[in-house]
């Protein structure tokens, strides 16, 4: 699914760029242009971002606790 229209990018480009560090909304605007056109994707991304970001730290918990 598309979250920004503007720049064409998708969910799975949001959870690739979390992959490879993305941690801010500044992150995936400077890397995607996500947020860069009419901004109507902010609020989309960020909630995006912020599931991301909280399925890393489950994945880095659960390692740490085996």
């Known amino acids: 699914m598309y979250v ?3 720049h064409a990018v998708t969910e799975r480009d949001i ?4 992959a490879r560090g993305a941690t801010r909304l500044e992150d ?3 890397t995607l242009g996500v947020g ?3 901004g109507c994707c902010r609020e989309a991304a960020t909630a ?3 599931e991301c970001l ?3 730290d489950e994945r880095e918990a659960s390692s ?3």
């Open 48 to 50: 995006l971002l912020d």
């Open 4 to 6: 920004c229209i503007c």
């Open 64 to 66: 740490i606790a085996a």
């Open 36 to 38: 860069a056109g009419c």
């Open 54 to 56: 909280a399925q890393v």
């Open 28 to 30: 995936l605007a400077m």
């Open 15 to 18: 959870r690739a760029a979390v």
